[in-house]
């Protein structure tokens, strides 16, 4: 039993490090083809704004994942409403789901914001002729407050409206399931009854 626990903890760390070279490789090649082409300060900042709003709303999607009960959902499943299985889905999956949320897209936005503020540092210098050393400080100490203040607000609304994320979140995935067919999870519970 230790033993297949063990392999599955290593098979799901390989697999999600795995995903995340791959994620960070697309989005960072596409955010620097796209900066490459910005070239207003407002749109690099408005990118990045995203970058960080982005970060804040999968670490929500993840704390609310550990903090919401599947009991209020078990009901709306049964009377088949919208999003209801795909939530409880979400719950039941809910290791995977918080790891992919916070340490994947959260690492990932990390990188990006920090990639996208380093242009910002360099346009900013080169167009005020400002001192390299108290633009990259100034950049840094934002990204990092906007960062770290947003996901500590997050985590207090993530930990009181758990089930109602959740729920929004399952009906997102309704909608995309409806849309292209793509399931994320098997909603099957683990007796192995829909739910």
Request: proline share 2%.
């Amino acid at each position: 039993m230790a033993r297949t626990q063990g392999r599955s903890s290593w098979k799901n760390a390989l697999t999600m490090g795995g995903g995340t070279f791959f994620i960070a490789m697309a989005v960072g090649y596409g955010s620097q083809v796209f900066l490459g082409k910005i070239t207003s300060i407002i749109l690099t900042f408005s990118l990045l704004l995203i970058i960080i709003v982005a970060g804040i709303a999968f670490d929500i999607i993840g704390v609310a994942t550990a903090a919401a009960s599947e009991v209020p959902l078990h009901a709306r499943a049964a009377k088949k409403v919208p999003g209801a299985r795909q939530a409880l889905g979400l719950l039941r999956n809910a290791e995977r789901v918080a790891t992919f949320s916070t340490d994947v897209v959260g690492d990932v936005c990390s990188t990006l914001s920090g990639a996208v503020g380093a242009v910002i540092i360099l346009r900013l210098a080169g167009q005020h002729g400002a001192e390299d050393l108290m633009v990259s400080t100034i950049m840094t100490a934002i990204i990092s407050a906007v960062t770290v203040g947003g996901k500590a607000l997050g985590k207090g609304f993530a930990l009181r409206q758990a089930n109602d994320i959740i729920f929004f979140v399952g009906k997102l995935l309704y909608g995309i399931e409806k849309m292209t067919g793509w399931r994320p999870f098997n909603y099957t519970s683990q007796k192995g009854r829909r739910p």
